[in-house]
């Protein structure tokens, strides 16, 4: 993909601040809004060569109903050490509280959807772990229901 520069400005003050309270710089992680993941799946029997490294290929059909009512599961505030990589659940195991506004399925047609994750902030590899969850879910290996349980483990 191509980027373009349409506009630039200066950045705005932080809100930033340290553990010792000074306010720090402007920071494009720290100062972030929101962040939007975006993952792309294709379930039709054979994915197009040039969609490969931009769609996850799933061999099972899934089931639209399950899969947004799994993604239901993960929106709001909760715990998810149980969604971070296995190299750092050490470090989110502190701090794995992580805020999922929104989570919007998109139908694209032709066995194609985007998922659309609006959060504060994600754990290493959380999203494609929490995706993980939901195509399980979505193929009949596991309950919607089931997930609550995951966050507390």
């Known amino acids: 993909f191509d980027v373009r520069i349409k506009d630039l400005q200066a950045a705005p003050k932080s809100r930033y601040v ?36 931009m769609r996850h290929f799933e061999h099972r059909t899934l089931d639209d109903d399950r899969l947004r009512a799994a993604c239901r599961e993960f929106v709001g505030t909760h715990d998810f050490a149980a969604f971070a990589n296995k190299n750092v659940k050490g470090k989110a ?11 919007q399925v998109h139908d694209e047609g032709g066995g194609e959807y985007r998922v ?8 290493y590899k959380m999203v494609r772990n929490i995706m993980g969850t939901v195509l399980a879910v979505a193929c009949g290996k596991l309950e919607a229901s089931s997930i609550a349980a995951m966050f507390e483990e």
Do not use: C, M
Not at 21 to 42: C, D, F, M, Q, T
């Open 18 to 53: 340290g553990e010792d309270g000074r306010e720090l710089p402007w920071h494009s992680i720290y100062n972030a809004l929101g962040k939007l993941y975006v993952y792309r799946i294709y379930s039709g029997p054979i994915l197009d060569p040039l969609q490969r490294h």
């Open 93 to 103: 195991g502190r701090n794995a509280v992580r805020t999922i506004h929104s989570i």
């Open 116 to 123: 659309e994750f609006l959060l504060d902030g994600a754990l």
